[in-house]
């Protein structure tokens, strides 16, 4: 299963767009990149999913490159309420089925 | 419905009690998924149901004891804990055992062992 890398934590202010980056290396063909969002004590929230290119809905955009070995989630004009931790996670088949294993997540910050 | 409901919400069993955790969704969601949380750790994996029947185990201890009776209903039963098993159990579901478009989370139960 492709072990995911992020930033431990990242700070911005209100208005600005963040990026942040996730590496996975060893992502697999069939694997998919998938961005999570969770606030203190709550489930985390699904907020994008890609498998190449560029996807983008209406809270973020999800860039990926040729190569796969990246990935970057694009927040725009972010504010206060997001900050929360932001997961990227690499999931495919295994011996023991389809699973997905988050990676230690990205600490954001957002301030006025 | 496009939640997933967890009950109860908070939880404080000793040692030697036996509990149970619910997860409910009606979403029509064929997995569904136990995760274990530590405090400002990410979730950690621990068993996927696949159309009602146990696709993955995380090499969890038997004292828990995963269950899915129907296609909407997961629980997780608990017996003889220890306090290091405190933390946030969340449970997730997705349309089948695939990540397209992702799983959907419920808010999790507070689980502290004494």
């Known amino acids: 299963l492709a072990k995911t890398t992020q930033p431990i934590s990242m700070d911005s202010y209100e208005g600005q767009e963040v990026n942040i980056t996730c590496s996975h290396n060893n992502i697999a063909t069939n694997d998919y990149i998938t961005w999570y969002q969770q606030f203190p004590s709550q489930g985390p929230r699904f907020i994008i999913q890609g498998y190449k290119t560029k996807v983008t809905n209406e809270v973020a955009s999800l860039f990926i490159p040729a190569d796969r070995k990246s990935s970057t989630l694009s927040l725009p004009r972010v504010s206060l309420s997001d900050t929360a931790v932001y997961y990227c996670?690499?999931?495919?088949?295994?011996?023991?089925?389809?699973?997905?294993?988050f990676g230690a997540g990205t600490r954001l910050f957002v301030k006025a | 419905d496009t939640e997933v409901t967890q009950t109860p919400k908070h939880l404080v069993m000793g040692m030697t009690n036996k509990k149970s955790l619910k997860c409910e969704q009606h979403?029509?969601?064929?997995?569904m998924y136990w995760y274990k949380q530590k405090a400002k750790k990410p979730p950690e994996l621990m068993f996927v149901?696949?159309?009602?029947?146990?696709?993955i185990n995380e090499s969890v201890p038997s004292r828990f004891s995963p269950e899915c009776p129907n296609s909407s209903l997961l629980n997780l039963h608990l017996h003889a804990l220890q306090p290091e098993d405190s933390a946030l159990y969340l449970c997730?579901?997705?349309?089948?055992?695939?990540?397209?478009?992702?799983?959907?989370f419920g808010s999790g139960t507070r689980l502290t062992v004494v």
């Open positions: 979403m029509g969601h064929r997995a």
């Open positions: 149901y696949s159309y009602e029947k146990l696709s």
């Open positions: 997730a579901s997705s349309q089948t055992q695939g990540t397209s478009p992702g799983y959907t």
């Open positions: 996670l690499v999931g495919g088949l295994n011996t023991g089925g389809f699973k997905t294993i």
